[in-house]
Nanobody
Framework: QVHLVESGGGSVQAGGSLRLSCAAS????????MGWYRQAPGKQREMVAA???????NYPEFVRGRFTISRDNGKNTMYLQMNNLKPEDTAVYYC??????????WGQGTQVTVSS
């Protein structure tokens, strides 16, 4: 069973940056389309970035231009570079496969807190 472990969260002021990492216990990033998700208190989990097996990326409008998803297949690690963070980006961030594709047990996530 593949395990996903997110890390890199923290507390920053608005306008700051963070780089999240998602480590997998298996070599999934070269075969699976993957995404980063977030869940704020009282809200549903939402996707913030996706990357296909071929490396094509996609972002919702509310993070486009600020967030960048990437991966290192050799290290079994995926990243989310987040720049110009806003207070509304405060949430727990998770990585997993994309809806309709292969997905895994959700990890614990990593907390991102952005203060104004």
């Amino acid at each position: 069973q593949v395990h996903l472990v997110e890390s890199g969260g923290g507390s920053v002021q608005a306008g700051g940056s963070l780089r999240l990492s998602c480590a997998a216990s298996g070599s999934i990033f070269s075969t699976d389309a993957m995404g980063w998700y977030r869940q704020a208190p009282g809200k549903q989990r939402e996707m913030v970035a996706a990357i296909t097996r071929g490396g094509i990326t996609n972002y919702p409008e509310f993070v486009r231009g600020r967030f960048t998803i990437s991966r290192d297949n050799g290290k079994n690690t995926m990243y989310l570079q987040m720049n110009n963070l806003k207070p509304e980006d405060t949430a727990v961030y998770y990585c997993n496969g994309l809806p309709g594709g292969r997905t895994y047990v959700w990890g614990q996530g990593t907390q991102v807190t952005v203060s104004s």
